[in-house]
């Protein structure tokens, strides 16, 4: 199984996310009165920076002036105070309501949210709870996948083709290890196999454990049964090692046994709905024409 992980991320490159993630992005923020821009600027560059990432930030964060319109069309991003009109492909700023921003800027401008979530603070934890939660349901898919693989072509659409990889665990250790990059990237860490080496290792060897007892549950479980319980694991593992990895990036410390097993069981019983709804859509698309 090493040879096949080995080979697995081998097409793993994370100078592609390290390249993605420092990006240089310009954010222009216009807003009606000093007061209303002093509200958006102190959203996005929090108290609590350090003076080194405040001078960053302020690199990055520029004022749009709302009366002359200098500045706009110039930047990656512009926001602009709610009660403003707004030129095209610009964003809302809702100052009762500034994370709704934060979540339409990550669904409509996928190609800026790693290098903002890197540089700009409110949108790090958004953009990586829905990285934790897109890679916890490609493993769950891809954990259903492998046991119905007449259904691959005309159903899966991963970041990888499914035939690349000998079994499951090493495609779900490699995701894993994708989103390990990804997560320290937007946390503004460093990222790399040799930077990460104690991460990477993690995962690696927690892939025997979670294997083990997802070919335990199929093989105890008659007729298919289980295979909603696999998945539930993929999802569950991986869901429980991104909001490790997130807190560790974040504070410093992991979370405690007590902790773990307290999400895993939540993040389980979450990615068995998750994967009921992926078989279903499985067996929908694998049906004959007629019958549908």
Known sequence: MFDEIRKSISNLNPAEVRDQAERPVRIGLAAQTPQAYSHMAEYFMPAGLSPAKRAE????????????????????????????PRPHGSFPFYANHPAYTVGEVLKQRPELALSLARHVHPFRRPYIGQTITKVARENALFSLATALPDIIPSFISLPWAVGEFATDTAFLTMNQIRMAFLIAAASDRPVGYAEQKTEVASLIAGAFGWRALARELVGKIPFGGGLIPKAGIAYAGTYVVGLSLERVHRIGYGYTRRERSAIYDDAFARGKQVASGLLQGMKRMKAPAKLR
């Open 57 to 84: 930030v302020q690199q990055v964060i520029q004022r749009i002036d709302p009366a002359s319109g200098r500045g706009s069309g110039s930047y990656d991003l512009e926001i602009y105070d709610e009660m403003l």
